[in-house]
Nanobody
Framework: QVQLVESGGGLVQAGGSLRLSCAAS????????MGWFRQTPGKEREFVAT????????RYAESMQGRFTISRDNAKNTLYLQMNSLKPEDTAVYYC?????????????????WGQGTQVTVSS
């Protein structure tokens, strides 16, 4: 099993920045792809960004492209999401995910492990 713990969420004004972190522990050698998703009440979990094990391959949701940057430090077993130019519509619970697949997939069910989520609130 792999445990994921997110941190870094909080309240920020529109136009501000936040950096989310996700610390992985347990059988981390089984993890390849990692990603971020987000969810608001009453809506399905939404893809945000994903990154390959090497960090060379990344994918972003269109609305986050150019504002968010995903990165990872495998030596520290930590995933990051730098979020800039935040908008009120970015308000959500952000989840870290990890998967055994090598594909940089945007599909939630292809990820095997999930964190508990961290709240991000962007005020207007």
């Amino acid at each position: 099993q792999v445990q994921l713990v997110e941190s870094g969420g909080g309240l920020v004004q529109a136009g501000g920045s936040l950096r989310l972190s996700c610390a992985a522990s347990g059988r981390t050698l089984s993890v390849n792809v990692m990603g971020w998703f987000r969810q608001t009440p009453g809506k399905e979990r939404e893809f945000v960004a994903t990154i390959s094990w090497s960090g060379v391959s990344t994918r972003y949701a269109e609305s986050m492209q150019g504002r968010f940057t995903i990165s990872r430090d495998n030596a520290k077993n930590t995933l990051y999401l730098q979020m800039n130019s935040l908008k009120p519509e970015d308000t959500a619970v952000y989840y870290c995910a990890a998967g055994r697949t090598v594909r940089t997939t945007t599909t939630p069910h292809e990820y095997d492990y999930w964190g508990q989520g961290t709240q991000v609130t962007v005020s207007s």
